[in-house]
């Protein structure tokens, strides 16, 4: 395909959306202590709302919730636990209802990522990204489920366009990404009579992440883009704040690809 005669820009949400659409929000962000998932932290934080990361490095997630509080001038704080241990999620959002009171946002975030091809992967493997990926899913909305609806809030889940096709070495990441789409779908339907919203971002290649670096092995030398580059961690931040706004009111169960469209290009190469 030959280059694109176009790149976007990366839209600058403090010109798009008021500074305070937030205040007096609280995000609860598995995962939210590096990559995509900090950065959605960072986005909503921006726009007022105070924020619970949740991972299992806690000097990592420590460090994390100091720089997103300095950087927005709202508060986060850190909250160990392993989405894969109900008890320790439970423990989280006891401590956030603790500091804050309330649960608005919930971003399931939390996931791994490995290279392996099906013949090479084993049980255990296969089963422990399934158990990060998507019963960490189900795990965090059953912690939150009950402060989500009394907040009347929104949950956005992390996926990927990895498993719309398929994806070399991904077999245990598309299983279980799929299963997260799934859930998301059942939570909007479900939760809507609650006043409970609940949608997905799908991240396609978003440059510097862990997530990328990995897979830039299989995925082609020239990746091509439509809009002329890979994804930026704002791209998704700008996804992250329209979906929790009222903007988005009307808008649940609904998977969106954050890709440049990538996922919709079909080339001879
Ligand atoms: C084959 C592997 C492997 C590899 C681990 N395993 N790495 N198999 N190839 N490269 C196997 C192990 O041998 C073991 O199976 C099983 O997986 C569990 O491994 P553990 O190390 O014991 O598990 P754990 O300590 O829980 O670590 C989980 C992890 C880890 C997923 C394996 O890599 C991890 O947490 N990584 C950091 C998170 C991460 O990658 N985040 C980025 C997500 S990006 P056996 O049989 O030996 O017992 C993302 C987006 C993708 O998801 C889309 C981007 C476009």
Redesign the pocket.
């Known amino acids: 395909m030959a280059p694109s005669a176009y790149i976007a820009p990366v839209g600058d949400s403090a010109l798009i959306f008021r500074d305070d659409i937030f205040k007096g929000k609280v995000l609860f962000c598995t995962g939210g202590g590096s990559?995509i998932c900090r950065a959605m932290t960072e986005a909503v934080m921006r726009h007022g709302a105070n924020a619970a990361i949740v991972g299992r490095k806690l000097d990592r997630l420590t460090q994390a919730a100091k720089e997103l509080s300095e950087a927005t001038g709202q508060v986060c704080i850190p909250t160990q636990a392993d989405v894969r241990q109900p008890k320790a999620l439970q423990e989280a959002v006891s401590k956030t209802i603790e500091k804050f009171g309330r649960i608005d946002f919930v971003i399931c975030g939390a996931?791994?990522?490995?290279?392996?091809p099906i013949s090479?992967?084993?049980?255990?493997?296969f089963r422990?990204?399934m158990e990060?990926d998507t019963i960490g899913t189900y795990n965090t909305i059953k912690a939150t489920l009950a402060h989500v609806r009394a907040s009347k809030g929104s949950y956005i889940m992390t996926s990927?366009t990895?498993h719309y096709n398929g994806t070399p070495y991904q077999a245990h990441?598309s299983a279980a990404k799929a299963g997260v789409d799934a859930l998301s779908n059942v939570l909007a339907v479900e939760e809507g009579p609650h006043g409970v919203r609940s949608n997905v971002i799908s991240?396609?290649?978003?440059a510097n992440t862990?997530?990328?670096a990995r897979?830039a092995s299989v995925a082609g030398k020239d990746s091509p883009y439509p809009l002329g580059r890979p994804g930026d961690v704002r791209d998704v931040g700008n996804a992250t704040i329209f979906l929790f706004s009222d903007a988005a009111s009307f808008v649940t169960g609904q998977i969106l690809a954050v890709d440049g469209g990538s996922e919709h290009l079909r080339t001879t190469q």
């Open positions: 990559g996931a791994g990522n490995f290279l392996a090479g992967l084993s049980e255990n493997a422990t990204v990060i990927a990895l990441v991240p396609g290649p978003i862990e997530g990328a897979l």
